[in-house]
C-alpha cells in the first residue's frame, strides 16, 4: 500500500460478485505535456482536460489495442477539439477556439456540437466511429453518457475534472449479464454520484474508492503508465503532401520557398525545399524504400 499520489496511470477495478467494473485515470505530466505547447483560455483547458482524461477512459471499454480517438466539433466558442489514445497509452490533444470563452456549460462552450468517437482497430480493420449531437448537455461526462446510452447501451457513468496541474477521470459502467447483487448499479451509481472534483484531482485512487465505495468490496488491479506522444512523422507529412498533389504544393513552394509543415499537437516542424518536393513525387506509386531523414 502506498499514499503517493497517482500519477499518469490508469487504473481499473471492480466490484467483487457485481457485473459493474470501473477506471481511474490521473494525467500530470501527460497533460503538462499538452499545455506546455499553447495556452489555453481557462475554459479550454478544463474541457481539453476533460477530454483527455475521458479519451483514455474510453480506451478501456474496447477491445482493441488501437487508437480511440474524441472529436467535438461546435459553432463555438471552442470549434474544435480532438483527442487522442493510441497502443501503449499515448495520449496528446488539441483545442481550436474564437475569443471571448466565458466559463458555462458544455453547451455554452462548444455551441451547437458533434461528437464523434472513432475508433481505430489498427492491422487493417476497419475504422469504427460513432457520433452524436452534444444537444444541451451540461458537461462533457454528460454529453459522453448520451453517447454510451445510444451505441453501446451499456449503462455508463463518468466524472471528469481538470485544472493547470491535472486530469482525472473515473468511469463505471455495468456489464451485460445480471450479477448476484441485482441492486448494485444503483448503489454503486449513486455512491459515484457524490465524487466531487476537487476528490477527483487530490485523491490517489485508493483513497477515493476507499471514500466512495468503503463498504463494498473493491478489487484495484495494477496501474498502466499513460504518456504524451505525438506519432507524426515525416513519412505521415509525406502523405499528406502528395494527397495535396503537386500543383499545390509547387504552388506553396513557390510562395514561400520552402514547404513548411507543423504539427498542431507537438509542434514539431517538416520542412521541405524544391529538391525534397520533386522527391516526394518522383518517388510516388514506387513500392516503400527506406528513406534517409534529414
Ligand atoms: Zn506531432
Known amino acids: 500500500m502506498t499514499t503517493r499520489r497517482d500519477r ?3 487504473h481499473r477495478f471492480v466490484f467483487e460478485d457485481t457485473n459493474v ?14 499545455l506546455e505547447r499553447r495556452t489555453y483560455p481557462d475554459p479550454v483547458r478544463t474541457l481539453l482536460g476533460q477530454a483527455m482524461a475521458a479519451v483514455v477512459l474510453l480506451s478501456t471499454t474496447v477491445k482493441y489495442q488501437g487508437s480511440v480517438t474524441l472529436q467535438l466539433r461546435g459553432r463555438g466558442p471552442v470549434t474544435l477539439l480532438v483527442v487522442q489514445v493510441r497502443p501503449g497509452r499515448h495520449v496528446r490533444g488539441i483545442a481550436h477556439w474564437r475569443d471571448p470563452v466565458h466559463t458555462g456549460t458544455l453547451a455554452e462552450v462548444v ?41 453501446e447501451q451499456l449503462p455508463t457513468r463518468l466524472w471528469l475534472a481538470a485544472d493547470g496541474v491535472r486530469a482525472a477521470g473515473m468511469l463505471l459502467q455495468q456489464l451485460p449479464g445480471a450479477g448476484r447483487d441485482a441492486d448494485a448499479w444503483n448503489r454503486l451509481e449513486h455512491l459515484g454520484a457524490t465524487l466531487t472534483p476537487g476528490e477527483l484531482l487530490q485523491l490517489t485512487d485508493r483513497e477515493l474508492l476507499h471514500r466512495l465505495f468503503h463498504e463494498e468490496r473493491v478489487r484495484l488491479f495494477e496501474a498502466d503508465p499513460v504518456s504524451f506522444r505525438c506519432d507524426c512523422s515525416r513519412e505521415r507529412t509525406d502523405a499528406l503532401l502528395r494527397g495535396l498533389g503537386i500543383d499545390e504544393v509547387r504552388t506553396l513552394l513557390a510562395e514561400q520557398g520552402r514547404v513548411h509543415v507543423e504539427c498542431e499537437f507537438c509542434g514539431h516542424a517538416y520542412d521541405y525545399d524544391a529538391v525534397d518536393v520533386e522527391q516526394l513525387f518522383a518517388a510516388e506509386g514506387q513500392p516503400d524504400v527506406p528513406r534517409t531523414r534529414h
Open 21 to 34: 467494473r470501473g477506471v481511474l485515470v490521473h494525467l500530470d505530466a501527460s497533460w503538462q505535456a499538452v
Open 111 to 151: 455551441g451547437e456540437a458533434q461528437l464523434a468517437i472513432t475508433i481505430d482497430p489498427g492491422e487493417g480493420m476497419d475504422r469504427y466511429q460513432g457520433i452524436v449531437e452534444t444537444g444541451a448537455a451540461r458537461t462533457l461526462a454528460q454529453a459522453l453518457e448520451g453517447y454510451f446510452e445510444r451505441s
Open 8 to 10: 499518469d496511470v490508469l
